[in-house]
């Protein structure tokens, strides 16, 4: 069992509609992250959130919209995605690498596995 | 920059072999070195940790040492069973950044 918690499992959109993906974790992290990963690839990251900021867009196009509305949970609105955006999305957590930690290992959920239609 | 290179796979062993799945890195600094395991249908778990040179860290039978004169992290374990079967990647995240650089993950499957 993780300790990050992300739903759905699996999600199926055509190009023209509004999601969101959801993530969970209660290990008292405070830093989040986003990651896109494709089939035989390693994840990329795409965002990173701190203390409940935005502090890394790794240059990912507007029609994906993270939101961190408190230090447990992170979303991933997704809006009028194309057929390549199908991949499966992580979510991961960890102690931010400042205020005394090194740096510590990422948590990550099982993942949506998102298709576009 | 920072990278990770891992062994080309896919690693086919029988059950109760020996693993070896190499990794080498390319860091500013002192890194620390992880190795993450994803079994078919699941995210990424961590397998093992080390955060300084000649740490060695080991879980489930598995283990790798921090080398920092050969900048390596070798995986390791002394024999596989057929639940091994999964994708391992190297990683390492350079101090103070919150970017984990992954390698390319190398499959290991296990035939009985």
């Known amino acids: 069992d993780t300790e990050v918690t992300q739903t759905p499992k699996h999600l199926v959109m055509g190009m023209t509609n509004k999601k969101s993906l959801k993530c969970e974790q209660h290990?008292?992290?405070?830093?989040m992250y986003w990651y896109k990963q494709k089939a035989k690839k390693p994840p990329e990251l795409m965002f990173v959130?701190?203390?409940?900021?935005?502090?890394i867009n790794e240059s990912v196009p507007s029609r994906f919209s993270p939101e961190c509305p408190n230090s447990s949970l992170l979303n991933l609105h997704l809006h009028a995605l194309q057929p390549e955006d199908s991949a499966l999305y992580l979510c991961?957590?960890?102690?931010?690498?400042?205020?005394?930690?090194?740096?510590?290992?990422?948590?990550f959920g099982d993942g949506t596995r998102l298709s576009i239609l | 920059g920072n990278s990770v290179t891992q062994m080309e796979g896919p690693v086919t062993l029988s059950e109760e072999a020996f693993l070896t799945i190499n990794c080498t890195y390319t860091?500013?600094?002192?890194?620390?070195l992880f190795w993450y395991v994803q079994y078919p249908g699941e995210g990424l778990q961590l397998l093992l940790k080390?955060?300084?040179?000649?740490d060695k860290g080991s879980n489930k039978g598995f283990e790798a040492t921090y080398r920092k004169e050969t900048t390596s992290f070798h995986l390791e374990k002394g024999s596989v069973q057929v639940s091994d079967s999964a994708v391992y990647f190297c990683?390492?995240?350079?101090?103070?950044?919150?970017?984990?650089?992954f390698g390319t993950g190398t499959k290991l499957q296990v035939i009985p």
């Open positions: 991961a957590s960890s102690h931010p690498p400042d205020r005394g930690y090194s740096n510590q290992p990422q948590h």
């Open positions: 290990m008292g992290h405070r830093a």
């Open positions: 959130y701190s203390y409940e900021k935005l502090s």
């Open positions: 860091a500013t600094g002192y890194p620390s």
């Open positions: 080390a955060t300084k040179a000649d």
């Open positions: 990683a390492l995240s350079a101090w103070g950044y919150q970017k984990v650089t």
